[in-house]
């Protein structure tokens, strides 16, 4: 005797056929084209002019083709001069405050030169190593200690930051890439040899080597601007919003998300980088309000 099938209805629908998803697949198509936009302000050969002017995103200075300064340069040449003569970078403090606030890391995910170049070596392959999610948490250790307390340790003795032989920026990859590896390549064209030290040549092919097989190892471990910013994210006003009615447990939000954000469970937390790409599932969209309108904090799912 053969049963009868039964076929039952979905009250929910899935993730591809509902409205709010198409938001998220539009946001998904655009954010390469708007980090790559992004690419002209920050590399723009407009010339030395703007360097007195910090930027937002991670960035270096050095670069020849820089705009604006490299805010954690700003930030701890500010702290090797505080023991010394008092200044403080009150227009770095408040672009960061101002930008935090209204944002939280959404530069990060979209506006980020450093970030953007680590989205496109990660595609490389697709085998990923897994990091758990504690390791953020390295980000505030570089930002309290090599950006603030060593330059103003070392300050106090009288050492200026570009004297200092152990500093953010002699361990930046940035600096490696966007400064080091021009002028070593313009080095190497005039018959100079390689100008570049051997510990940032290792650095650089270091970071190159991990961002194949980690998705943006710099802004995961060790970047201490990240790590500031997303400080903001339950705060800020630009926000993501969970609304558990509308999950059907497809998992589509976490499998998009390359950060190992588990949003279902948590959103706006500060391993997050705003790229929107769990915005394709249609229980979550952006939002912006201020943080007292924010949806109450989602309960997690039952397993």
């Known amino acids: 005797m053969a049963w009868p099938i039964i ?15 198409t938001l998220g697949r539009k946001l998904s198509r655009f954010r390469p084209w708007a980090q790559a936009g992004f690419l002209g302000v920050w590399l723009a050969p407009v010339g030395r002019w703007l360097h ?26 500010y702290a090797a001069l505080l023991p010394v003569v008092g200044e403080v970078p009150y227009l770095l403090i408040g672009l960061l405050l101002l930008v935090g606030a209204v944002s939280g890391s959404l ?14 070596l990660a595609k490389i392959t697709t085998k990923k190593v897994i990091l758990p999610p504690w390791i953020g948490h390295f980000r ?34 940035a600096g490696a890439l ?17 100008v570049m030290s051997g510990l940032k040549t290792g650095i650089l092919i270091a970071f190159f080597a991990a961002a194949i097989f980690i998705h943006r190892p710099w802004c995961r471990i060790f970047c201490p601007l990240g790590g500031l910013l997303a400080l903001f994210n339950r705060f800020s006003l630009f926000h993501l919003r969970f609304n558990p009615k509308e999950c059907v447990e497809c998992n589509l939000c976490r499998s998009r ?5 588990k949003v279902d469970q948590t ?35 039952a397993t």
């Open 7 to 21: 076929r039952m209805e979905c009250p929910v629908p899935q993730c591809s056929e509902r409205l709010p998803a």
């Open 52 to 77: 007195g002017i910090p930027g937002c995103v991670f960035h270096c200075y050095s670069c020849p083709l820089s705009s604006f300064a490299c805010p954690v340069g700003v930030m701890a040449n």
């Open 107 to 120: 530069v990060c995910g979209w506006a980020c030169p450093f970030g953007f170049l680590q989205d496109l």
């Open 140 to 173: 505030y250790v570089v930002l309290v200690g090599l950006v603030i307390l060593l330059p103003m340790i070392l300050g106090h003795y009288g050492i200026p930051f570009e004297r200092q032989v152990i500093s953010i920026c002699r361990l930046c990859p």
């Open 178 to 194: 966007e400064a080091g590896l021009p002028y070593s390549a313009q080095s190497l064209l005039a018959g100079n040899g390689w």
């Open 257 to 261: 998300c390359s950060m190992g954000v």
């Open 267 to 301: 959103v706006n937390v500060t391993g997050c980088i705003r790229c929107l790409e769990c915005t394709t599932c249609g229980a979550l969209e952006p939002g912006f309000a201020l943080p007292a309108t924010n949806a109450e904090p989602p309960k997690p799912l």
